[in-house]
Nanobody, 117 residues
Framework: QVQVVESGGGLVQTGGSLRLSCTAS????????MGWYRQPTGKQRELVAA???????NYADSVKGRFTISRDNAKNTVYLDMNSLKPEDTAVYYC???????????WGQGTQVTVSS
């Protein structure tokens, strides 16, 4: 069983920055890809950024140039550096990771990011 744990959310003013971290543990063969999604209140969950060994990085158009995803493969940890934050970035941010052996995707519990205007 793979456990996915996010951290780093919080309250920030418009224009500020936050760094989210996500670690996947419990996989014998590793996880790939790992990604960040977000779900604003009352809306559907959407992809923010993903990091895979094949496609490297992939970003939603709304965050290109402001957010950067990176990964520490040795730690099965992925980071999301968020800069120039806007109120519309407010959401619960979820991390996921796909187990390489079972191909099952696991999700974390989510971390709240709130950007005040």
């Amino acid at each position: 069983q793979v456990q996915v744990v996010e951290s780093g959310g919080g309250l920030v003013q418009t224009g500020g920055s936050l760094r989210l971290s996500c670690t996947a543990s419990g996989s014998r063969f590793g996880v790939d890809p790992m990604g960040w999604y977000r779900q604003p209140t009352g809306k559907q969950r959407e992809l923010v950024a993903a990091y895979s060994s094949v496609r490297a990085t992939n970003y939603a158009d709304s965050v290109k140039g402001r957010f950067t995803i990176s990964r520490d493969n040795a730690k099965n940890t992925v980071y999301l550096d968020m800069n120039s934050l806007k109120p519309e970035d407010t959401a619960v941010y979820y991390c996921n990771a796909r187990d390489l052996r079972t191909l099952t995707t696991y999700w974390g519990q989510g971390t709240q990011v709130t950007v005040s205007s």
